[in-house]
């Protein structure tokens, strides 16, 4: 396994025991941070032509140096420090690939592929949450995820880490506008279902799940889903609660959701 100490020219230098290792600036690394050995190997596996640099801690064994020898890639060593001068604090278990960020797909060309499951985020902003988010939706077999351009994250490093590989795999759209990309679906053929606690069907319950093809709405926490947004869905689900707690986390929520979605897809298959 080829293995190199990064030779960055816009650096400082570290000392890590006797060895001397370069610490490359944060934006000389690259655009898209997969931080992780989950975020990482589904870059490589999937876009390995898009990996710009790959650094690690120590030098990869096994699987993961199979796999960078398989896309031509030479690891570049840094230490701790350095790692997390990159990463800016995410959590990066040695282990950080920078390249090319996944192409943002138009709605028409997501639409291409025939997606019985959809997702729609409004106006949740917290790349944790959208991290986890597409990751139970990629793990459920949703054919998208659509945001927003405005009040949505960037794919940061915290939302890949986060989604731990579903950047790789679940086609991310951005739209101008949510509500007409939701007329748009609506002509398509889609329920437009939206999570809201004052919804009026369980979304627990299949029977008050309308039907297939569908988009699951859900907004941010507190305060929720906007007007337009709700005026523009066929129906509201609610989750029920029995504790005295009063909310779920936005990315539970959507959890729950997702998978009773896909049940009733498994269901009518």
């Given at each position: 396994?080829?293995?190199?100490?990064?030779?960055?020219?816009?650096?400082?230098?570290?000392?890590?025991?006797?060895?001397?290792?370069?610490?490359?600036?944060?934006?000389?690394?690259?655009?898209?941070?997969?931080?992780?050995w989950h975020a990482a190997a589904a870059f490589l596996e999937s876009r390995p032509d898009a990996v710009r640099h790959a650094?690690?801690?120590?030098?990869?064994?096994?699987?993961?140096?199979?796999?960078?020898?398989?896309?031509?890639?030479?690891?570049?060593?840094?230490?701790?420090?350095?790692?997390?001068?990159?990463?800016?604090?995410?959590?990066?278990?040695?282990i950080i690939l920078a390249g090319r960020p996944p192409e943002m797909r138009p709605l028409a060309e997501l639409l291409t592929?025939?997606?019985?499951?959809?997702?729609?985020?409004?106006?949740?902003?917290?790349?944790?949450?959208?991290?986890?988010?597409?990751?139970?939706?990629?793990?459920?077999?949703?054919?998208?995820?659509?945001?927003?351009?405005?009040?949505?994250?960037d794919m940061t490093p915290a939302l890949v880490k986060t989604a731990a590989g579903a950047t790789e795999y679940l086609p991310?759209?951005?739209?101008?506008?949510?509500?007409?990309?939701?007329?748009?679906?609506?002509?398509?053929?889609?329920?437009?279902?939206?999570?809201?606690?004052?919804?009026?069907?369980?979304?627990?319950?299949?029977?008050?799940?309308?039907?297939?093809?569908?988009?699951?709405?859900?907004?941010?926490?507190?305060?929720?889903?906007?007007?337009?947004?709700?005026?523009?869905?066929?129906?509201?689900?609610?989750?029920?609660?029995?504790?005295?707690?009063?909310?779920?986390?936005?990315?539970?929520?959507?959890?729950?959701?997702?998978?009773?979605?896909?049940?009733?897809?498994?269901?009518?298959?």
């Amino acid at each position: 396994m080829a293995v190199k100490r990064s030779p960055h020219g816009a650096r400082k230098n570290v000392t890590v025991g006797s060895a001397r290792v370069n610490r490359p600036r944060p934006d000389r690394a690259g655009s898209y941070l997969a931080c992780g050995w989950h975020a990482a190997a589904a870059f490589l596996e999937s876009r390995p032509d898009a990996v710009r640099h790959a650094y690690f801690q120590a030098p990869p064994s096994g699987e993961m140096a199979t796999r960078l020898e398989r896309a031509g890639l030479r690891a570049e060593l840094l230490d701790a420090a350095a790692l997390d001068a990159i990463s800016g604090g995410v959590t990066h278990q040695g282990i950080i690939l920078a390249g090319r960020p996944p192409e943002m797909r138009p709605l028409a060309e997501l639409l291409t592929a025939k997606p019985k499951l959809l997702l729609a985020l409004d106006g949740v902003t917290d790349p944790r949450n959208v991290g986890a988010i597409a990751r139970s939706a990629e793990a459920a077999g949703f054919g998208g995820l659509i945001l927003t351009r405005d009040r949505s994250p960037d794919m940061t490093p915290a939302l890949v880490k986060t989604a731990a590989g579903a950047t790789e795999y679940l086609p991310f759209c951005r739209v101008a506008n949510l509500v007409r990309a939701l007329q748009s679906l609506q002509k398509e053929g889609f329920w437009r279902m939206g999570l809201d606690a004052d919804g009026d069907r369980d979304v627990l319950d299949p029977a008050s799940l309308p039907g297939l093809p569908a988009v699951l709405v859900a907004g941010a926490e507190g305060k929720g889903l906007r007007p337009l947004v709700l005026r523009n869905l066929d129906c509201l689900l609610q989750i029920p609660l029995a504790g005295r707690t009063a909310s779920l986390n936005v990315s539970v929520a959507s959890g729950l959701g997702i998978f009773a979605l896909a049940r009733l897809l498994k269901d009518q298959t």
